[in-house]
């Protein structure tokens, strides 16, 4: 049970972890719970037996912000290490640079463009019939063209998402940038890098406070809120009502691994956007933290699937349907008495770390300014929809 009169945070993850730290160190009793065994949700890093490779079990996570704030947040809990994510991409059995960038299109099209030359033969392949895209596939034939869409976006999208780019909003292709030099660093972001000691040690340091209680392998009941002051959500939104109206859909991963000695792609990330190749990257964890040395190396194939009841929900879906199921939890969930939602799972909504953790401090923050008036806390400080 949640001693009487304490805050009840339900998940060990970013969000989590985050709030408990702001409210523990304003004099607040906190119990956090998680039904996983170990805190840091998602970003949970763990050594490799074998290899002894510090490994992201869920998928990699590069930290990346132009919040000096939370940047310099997370450096309170863990030394941050320079880290530049440059991701590499497999078409047929040639590799390349992401994001497109000009040595992309000058080894794609055999060609040694200048960059006004490239802008001028790109923008020549676009389809401009097209004036207002909606879909993805509006979006990449609209500022790309059919040949660069074939061949980087349209067979992974089918992976990753299990539907036609026809069917996704345009929203999704605009995060990807097309560059006119040779700059490769898939972040442009002011700071960049990875926890020495990974995410979970971290996490950790943020949950070791003498007002914070954590509970692990610890599945939420209604009996624990029964005495919390207050409630913070950070499981999935559609949980907290048992999905009563339904399932917000996900998509899940499934890693497969192996082992190599010696370095088998000699990058990080590397994307297959091959239709017929059925995973969307390989994942090779050493060089996530290259000031480390290792003779072995552990690697991850991630396959995209479709998300079932006792899979983690990795990547919320979106789509029409979705929307307006979305809609109506929330409209229930503002009309629930003591607690907050918030987080990736909470608020139905892809969340890079950084927008996490500045997203958490403010939710913190807004209760603590609450002061006695802790009802009027409101189920979301920012709007899911």
Not at 51 to 56: E, K
Not at 151 to 170: H, I, M, S
Request: with cysteine; hydrophobic share 40%.
């Amino acid at each position: 049970m949640t001693a009487k009169g304490d805050i009840l945070i339900v998940g060990a993850g970013l969000s989590g972890a985050v709030v408990a730290r702001e409210l523990a160190e304003a004099g607040h009793g906190v119990r956090v719970i998680d039904q996983r065994p170990h805190v840091a949700g998602n970003c949970h890093t763990e050594r490799d037996r074998e290899t002894g490779v510090l490994v992201h079990v869920y998928g990699p996570h590069i930290f990346h912000t132009d919040h000096a704030e939370v940047w310099d947040y997370a450096n309170r809990f863990e030394r941050f290490r320079p880290f530049k994510n440059q991701v590499k991409a497999r078409v047929g059995d040639r590799i390349y640079s992401l994001p497109i960038n000009l040595l992309t299109i000058n080894q794609f099209f055999g060609k040694a463009l200048r960059p006004d030359e490239a802008r001028a033969f790109v923008e020549a392949q676009a389809d401009h019939a097209i004036i207002d895209p909606i879909t993805l596939e509006d979006q990449a034939l609209r500022f790309v063209g059919p040949a660069l869409y074939e061949a980087f976006f349209k067979g992974y999208t089918q992976k990753q998402w299990g539907c036609e780019p026809r069917d996704l909003p345009a929203s999704v292709l605009k995060r990807l940038p097309l560059r006119f030099d040779y700059n490769d660093d898939y972040y442009t972001h002011r700071f960049q890098g990875m926890p020495e000691g990974g995410y979970t040690s971290m996490v950790s340091r943020i949950l070791n406070h003498p007002g914070i209680s954590l509970s692990l392998n610890t599945a939420f009941e209604p009996a624990l809120a029964a005495n919390a002051r207050h409630v913070f959500w950070s499981g999935a939104l559609d949980g907290w009502f048992g999905h009563d109206l339904g399932h917000l859909g996900y998509r899940s991963l499934r890693f497969e691994r192996f082992t190599h000695r010696g370095d088998w792609q000699g990058c990080a990330v590397m994307n297959y956007c091959d239709a017929d190749v059925p995973y969307t990257r390989v994942t090779e964890h050493k060089h996530f933290a290259p000031w480390e040395d290792h003779s072995d190396s552990v690697l991850y194939r991630e396959y995209a699937c479709a998300h079932r009841p006792g899979d983690i929900p990795f990547y919320p879906v979106r789509q029409v349907a979705d929307k307006a199921l979305l809609a109506r939890y929330v409209d229930r969930a503002r009309n629930e008495k003591g607690v907050t939602f918030l987080g990736r799972l909470g608020t139905y909504r892809y969340l890079d770390m950084d927008v996490t953790i500045r997203e958490a401090l403010d939710t913190a923050r807004q209760y603590l300014r609450s002061g006695t008036a802790h009802a009027d806390m409101p189920a979301f400080t920012i709007s899911p929809l």
